[in-house]
């Protein structure tokens, strides 16, 4: 009964997101007003969408809800509580607010083996709620979107990487992980984000197709990453607006986890770059307060990534970037390379 106990809690975990967003929702709320519409968005990202691997970072998935644009009371309460520590000049704009459920693993490239490989990635999960604000300035042709993002949680066993790998293998028939019992102890986790991109759009319209480049810049602070960023993501497509482009799992080049309700199907095509200078990776560098595997990681890491987004049916949109990421510690024999698939719903 050991695992169907532990399954159980992080299913119920699962829907905690799902459950706050729902509190107190407007009793006004209709399917035809966009206003009273939220958002949740499914993330699923693993190295075998990408590269066909099962290495370093192997799986991520996350579960995010956002308020709508009329919020509840208790989503009310929870942005006049930010706006008492928030300078009024990083959020001038009016605000969204999200809340996350999220889970990360992280395995050396031979998972068959079971004895401590020193010089490869530890084994790691992380497990995480979160909460974010987002505010949106899109007056004119040049707009901006100021992202804050707070993750609580834990690495370690009580994260249930393990558990969970195992039996995902387990079904579909592939080998096992053997080499679980050297990772990561038990420590709590806690992150903040914060990202700030502009949006140019061109005047450019050939046959309807246009085109946007934004540039960003960020950083993270915290025990589990800390590090700041550059990037840029440049996009062609048919409609542009709906969106500050594809959400991915952090410390990846993300961009909305909300977007507008467009008519018809819309589409564009992306390429992104970032550039991160890292200060701690708690995922390669081992635990904080005590002793446990690490390796020797490197200060710069760059990602690249290619994709596509469409809308559909005005509530829907469905995007697949592909992440190419340079080596992130020393040792590593190459960089890697993995696939993130995102549904977004509005409801």
């Given at each position: 009964?050991?695992?169907?106990?532990?399954?159980?809690?992080?299913?119920?975990?699962?829907?905690?997101?799902?459950?706050?967003?729902?509190?107190?929702?407007?009793?006004?709320?209709?399917?035809?007003?966009?206003?009273?519409?939220?958002?949740?968005?499914?993330?699923?990202?693993?190295?075998?969408?990408?590269?066909?691997?099962?290495?370093?970072?192997?799986?991520?998935?996350?579960?995010?809800?956002?308020?709508?644009?009329?919020?509840?009371?208790?989503?009310?309460?929870?942005?006049?509580?930010l706006d008492s520590y928030i300078p009024k000049e990083l959020w001038p704009e009016s605000k969204r607010i999200g809340f996350i459920l999220g889970q990360n693993m992280f395995t050396p490239e031979d998972i068959s083996r079971s004895d401590l490989i020193e010089d490869d990635?530890?084994?790691?999960?992380?497990?995480?709620?979160?909460?974010?604000?987002?505010?949106?300035?899109?007056?004119?042709?040049?707009?901006?979107?100021?992202?804050?993002?707070?993750?609580?949680?834990?690495?370690?066993?009580?994260?249930?990487?393990?558990?969970?790998?195992?039996?995902?293998?387990?079904?579909?028939?592939?080998?096992?992980?053997?080499?679980?019992?050297?990772?990561?102890?038990?420590?709590?986790?806690?992150?903040?984000?914060?990202?700030?991109?502009?949006?140019?759009?061109?005047?450019?319209?050939?046959?309807?197709?246009?085109?946007?480049?934004?540039?960003?810049?960020?950083?993270?602070?915290?025990?589990?990453?800390?590090?700041?960023?550059?990037?840029?993501?440049?996009?062609?497509?048919?409609?542009?607006?709906?969106?500050?482009?594809?959400?991915?799992?952090?410390?990846?080049?993300?961009?909305?986890?909300?977007?507008?309700?467009?008519?018809?199907?819309?589409?564009?095509?992306?390429?992104?770059?970032?550039?991160?200078?890292?200060?701690?990776?708690?995922?390669?560098?081992?635990?904080?307060?005590?002793?446990?595997?690490?390796?020797?990681?490197?200060?710069?890491?760059?990602?690249?990534?290619?994709?596509?987004?469409?809308?559909?049916?005005?509530?829907?949109?469905?995007?697949?970037?592909?992440?190419?990421?340079?080596?992130?510690?020393?040792?590593?024999?190459?960089?890697?390379?993995?696939?993130?698939?995102?549904?977004?719903?509005?409801?």
């Amino acid at each position: 009964m050991k695992f169907p106990l532990k399954f159980f809690c992080v299913s119920i975990l699962l829907l905690l997101p799902l459950a706050l967003m729902a509190w107190e929702a407007p009793a006004q709320a209709s399917s035809d007003d966009p206003d009273l519409e939220r958002i949740v968005n499914f993330q699923l990202e693993n190295d075998l969408f990408g590269g066909g691997t099962d290495r370093h970072y192997t799986h991520g998935s996350r579960i995010s809800v956002f308020s709508s644009e009329e919020p509840t009371k208790f989503e009310e309460d929870f942005k006049n509580d930010l706006d008492s520590y928030i300078p009024k000049e990083l959020w001038p704009e009016s605000k969204r607010i999200g809340f996350i459920l999220g889970q990360n693993m992280f395995t050396p490239e031979d998972i068959s083996r079971s004895d401590l490989i020193e010089d490869d990635q530890p084994y790691a999960g992380w497990l995480y709620l979160g909460a974010l604000v987002v505010t949106e300035n899109s007056s004119g042709d040049k707009s901006y979107l100021n992202t804050l993002e707070i993750n609580i949680g834990m690495i370690g066993p009580a994260a249930q990487a393990e558990v969970i790998q195992t039996e995902v293998h387990r079904i579909k028939g592939i080998p096992l992980p053997n080499g679980w019992e050297h990772q990561l102890e038990n420590e709590p986790g806690f992150v903040l984000y914060y990202e700030h991109k502009r949006n140019f759009r061109t005047e450019a319209d050939v046959s309807g197709v246009k085109a946007d480049i934004m540039p960003s810049a960020g950083f993270a602070l915290g025990n589990v990453y800390t590090y700041g960023t550059l990037g840029a993501l440049v996009r062609i497509g048919n409609n542009l607006q709906g969106d500050y482009g594809p959400p991915l799992i952090r410390p990846g080049l993300s961009g909305s986890g909300f977007f507008k309700r467009q008519k018809g199907f819309n589409w564009y095509l992306f390429a992104g770059v970032q550039c991160r200078a890292m200060g701690r990776n708690i995922f390669l560098d081992g635990n904080s307060f005590q002793k446990s595997h690490s390796v020797s990681k490197k200060i710069l890491v760059g990602d690249l990534q290619v994709g596509f987004m469409v809308t559909f049916y005005e509530r829907y949109r469905l995007g697949f970037t592909n992440v190419y990421r340079t080596k992130e510690f020393k040792g590593q024999r190459e960089g890697d390379e993995f696939g993130s698939i995102n549904l977004s719903i509005r409801w």
